[in-house]
């Protein structure tokens, strides 16, 4: 059983900053990417950032330069640092890995959602 556990949203201004954390347990042999997602109300979940085992990274053009992604691989952990947050970047953001287990079976797997809103 593998769980993937989002903690760090919550209520920030416009310009301020917020730091996303994710952490996966269980039966994990490899972790070949992490990401964060987000969910605005009303549109389609995108994809924010993405990084994969050996640190390669991906980003939506709306967060690029403000949002960094990073994560220990001794930990299973992924981080989103988000600066210069905007009232766009208000939505639930969510946490995927693709994990390999210890029966070497491949899956998808997502965190339950944590709440950014910013708003003066």
């Known amino acids: 059983q593998v769980q993937l556990v989002e903690s760090g949203g919550g209520l920030v201004q416009p310009g301020g900053s917020l730091r996303l954390s994710c952490a996966a347990s269980?039966?994990?042999?490899?972790?070949?990417?992490m990401g964060w997602y987000r969910q605005a109300p009303g549109k389609e979940r995108e994809l924010v950032a993405h990084?994969?085992?050996?640190?390669?990274?991906e980003y939506a053009d709306s967060v690029k330069g403000r949002f960094t992604i990073s994560r220990d691989n001794a930990k299973n952990t992924v981080d989103l640092q988000m600066n210069s947050l905007k009232p766009e970047d208000t939505a639930v953001y969510y946490c995927k890995a693709v994990i390999i287990d210890h029966d070497y079976r491949n899956g998808d797997y997502w965190g339950q959602g944590t709440r950014v809103t910013v708003s003066s």
């Open positions: 269980g039966s994990i042999f490899s972790i070949p990417a």
């Open positions: 990084i994969t085992g050996g640190g390669s990274t």
